[in-house]
T-cell receptor, first 117, second 111 residues
């Protein structure tokens, strides 16, 4: 089945380290997103990409960067990790052209639990 | 940008009772309102959505209502079952823009 996958699923790192989280999808969707989930704060958008040449900041992009290597791959980097970046990170995809309109159902990956010590 | 508020943050109901979760949004141009369910340790998944040209939508035991004038929408779950226990997120979207999520409601169904 077409799916969204994330690696690693869990990661523990130290303050100041560079970390990359990877997302791959076999859905053939154009749009990809990175969210972080914190208790009581819901899902907050970090970055999004509508196609390979398009990268946009979300509401909480400071301290993060992304790379869209191909239609199927979207990576999130923490250049110098800090403890308040400890969170659950989700990648998601969507493609309004395949969903009969701009309604934008998003399909989430399984998440990456990141702990920064 | 859009601001979505969700209440309550936690909700406990007895099995068989109904549950209602409410959300408000700030941008009157929002035209799409999905609800996602996230079971413990799993990814969020869409369970129902509604577009701004519709006031109510039902799918078996779940329904969503939309009041555009008041800028609020609600999720209704009837005859709750233990497997309905999860975190539920509402969201709102303006046109081709991105989804803005509420802060989530943890629903516990007590057997």
């Amino acid at each position: 089945d077409a799916d969204v996958t994330q690696t690693p699923r869990n990661r523990i790192t130290k303050t100041g380290k560079r970390i990359m989280l990877e997302c791959s999808q076999t859905k053939g969707h154009d749009r990809m997103y990175w969210y972080r989930q914190d208790p009581g704060l819901g899902l907050r958008l970090i970055y999004y990409s509508f196609d390979v040449k398009d990268i946009n900041k979300g509401e909480i992009s400071d301290g993060y960067s992304v790379s869209r290597q191909a239609q199927a791959k979207f990576s999130l980097s923490l250049e110098s990790a800090i403890p308040n970046q400890t969170a659950l990170y989700f990648c998601a995809t969507s493609d309004p052209s395949k969903q009969g309109g701009p309604w934008n159902e998003q399909f989430f990956g399984p998440g990456t639990r990141l702990t920064v010590l | 940008g859009e601001n979505v508020e969700q209440h309550p943050s936690t909700l406990s109901v007895q099995e068989g009772d109904s549950a209602v979760i409410k959300c408000t949004y700030s941008d009157s141009a929002s035209n799409y309102f999905p609800w996602y369910k996230q079971e413990l340790g799993k990814r969020p998944q869409l369970i129902i959505d509604i577009r701004s040209n519709v006031g109510e939508k039902k799918d078996q035991r779940i329904a969503v209502t939309l009041n555009k004038t008041a800028k609020h929408f609600s999720l209704h779950i009837t005859e709750t079952q233990p497997e309905d226990s999860a975190v539920y997120f509402c969201a709102a979207k303006v046109g081709a823009n991105n989804l803005f999520f509420g802060t989530g409601t943890r629903l516990t169904v007590i057997p």
